[in-house]
């Protein structure tokens, strides 16, 4: 009766660390990704604030097409790659989560 109480013990405090690890590993890369949104929105302002210029600047209904097309085609890109860039990070933060609970999950069975 006494080992399953001392076992109880062990596995709960194993079983806080595993948390503590994952909430370590979940806060890390939750902040990559808020200095990834963070640098992403930078250069979509950026962007913006340029093709606004060259549209202001422009002296024919073609060259505003021209402009806007471009632009266009490179925010699309650009948030292709973003979302890209985001959901490998998402499924990384999941398995740096899990990770610590590995050996408690593999001991439960």
Do not use: W
Request: aromatic share 12%.
């Amino acid at each position: 009766m006494t080992q399953t109480f001392e076992d109880a013990g062990k596995y709960g405090k194993e079983f806080l660390d595993s948390g503590l690890e994952s909430f370590n590993a979940v806060t890390r890369d939750a902040q990559a990704m808020s200095g990834e949104a963070s640098n992403y929105a930078k250069k979509v302002f950026e962007t913006g604030a340029e093709a606004v210029d060259k549209l202001l600047s422009a002296k024919s209904i073609e060259k505003v097409v021209e402009i806007q097309t471009a632009y266009a085609k490179q925010a699309y890109e650009g948030f292709v790659a973003e979302a890209t860039r985001l959901g490998a990070l998402y499924a990384d933060m999941a398995k740096d989560a899990y990770k610590p609970f590995e050996s408690v999950v593999a001991k439960a069975k």
